[in-house]
Nanobody, 117 residues
């Protein structure tokens, strides 16, 4: 089992920045993919960014050039630096750790990000 705890959400004005962090505890030996998803009210949860153990990174088109995902293997952490935030980035952001096959798939409790115009 893996437990995930997010931090760093909050309220920011459009154009501002926030940094989200996610710390994992438990058995993460087989976890090779770490990422961030978000869910806005009335919408489905969507991938924001993910990074593999081999450094492969995937971003949603809507955040490319503005968000940066990074990982710290030694600390079992993943972070999301969000710059040039827009009101449409407002959502609950969830940390995700998983195996490539999704056989193991863990979620954090979510952290609210609100961007005011």
């Amino acid at each position: 089992q893996v437990q995930l705890v997010e931090s760093g959400g909050g309220l920011v004005q459009a154009g501002g920045s926030l940094r989200l962090s996610c710390a994992a505890s438990g058995s993460t030996f087989s976890i090779h993919v770490r990422g961030w998803y978000r869910q806005a009210p009335g919408k489905q949860r969507e991938l924001v960014a993910e990074i593999s153990s081999y450094g492969r990174i995937n971003y949603a088109d809507s955040v490319k050039g503005r968000f940066t995902i990074s990982r710290d293997n030694a600390k079992n952490m993943v972070a999301l630096q969000m710059n040039s935030l827009k009101p449409q980035d407002t959502a609950v952001y969830y940390c995700n750790f998983r195996t490539p096959s999704y056989r193991e798939n863990y979620w954090g409790q979510g952290t609210q990000v609100t961007v005011s115009s």
